[in-house]
């Protein structure tokens, strides 16, 4: 069945079951493999990605759930292909990536945090990221590197840039 599908700014259609959870269509029918799977019952986060702002594991979640909605994957975080996002650069500066296997879906909770909370504590990047698990133990990193974006200048201008219009089409 077909089905219409907006994946960072771009409206896709794919011929899949309406049962098939989001992650397969991103990875194989989209060719967007940046967003990984790691458990298959949405419990560690490695396949994060944001679903109108907000964080959703694709995981579970089925294609027929996203029409008319906004899926924002790690291909579409960076504001261009030239210019790293605010968090993308902190993980590069603080170190955060060991293996980088949940690298995708720490960076998409950590967007979607820095977007509704600009300045977060300690305990609400905590609560934020609860739900993604870093098997290499980075998560002393991973909160300096969310700190390190929502103070900087460069943050501040580029945090709530999310809402990417749809500029094109592969119909």
């Given at each position: 069945m077909k089905k219409k599908l907006s994946v960072n700014g771009v409206q896709h259609t794919?011929?899949?079951?309406?049962?098939?959870?989001?992650?397969?269509?991103l990875r194989e029918q989209l060719a967007l493999t940046g967003t990984k799977f790691g458990c298959g019952i949405a419990q560690c986060g490695?396949?994060?990605?944001?679903?109108d702002g907000v964080p959703i594991r694709?995981?579970?979640?089925?294609?027929?759930?996203?029409?008319?909605?906004?899926?924002?994957t790690i291909e579409g975080?960076?504001?261009s292909d030239e210019k790293l996002h605010p968090l993308q650069q902190a993980w590069i500066e603080h170190q955060v990536p060991?293996?980088?296997?949940?690298?995708?879906g720490q960076l998409m909770s950590a967007a979607a945090l820095l977007a509704r909370n600009p300045e977060p504590t300690d305990a609400e990047i905590d609560g934020a990221m609860q739900g993604n698990i870093c098997r290499c133990g980075m998560y002393g990193r991973i909160r300096k590197a969310i700190k390190s974006a929502?103070?900087?200048?460069?943050?501040?201008?580029?945090?709530?840039?999310?809402?990417?219009t749809d500029e094109?089409?592969?119909e």
């Open positions: 794919v011929d899949v079951d309406p049962s098939t959870p989001l992650l397969w269509v490695a396949c994060t990605v944001m679903i694709s995981c579970v979640l089925p294609l027929a759930s996203l029409e008319g909605r906004q899926v924002m975080l960076a504001p060991q293996c980088g296997y949940c690298q995708s929502a103070t900087s200048r460069i943050a501040q201008s580029e945090l709530h840039t999310f809402d990417k094109a089409s592969d």
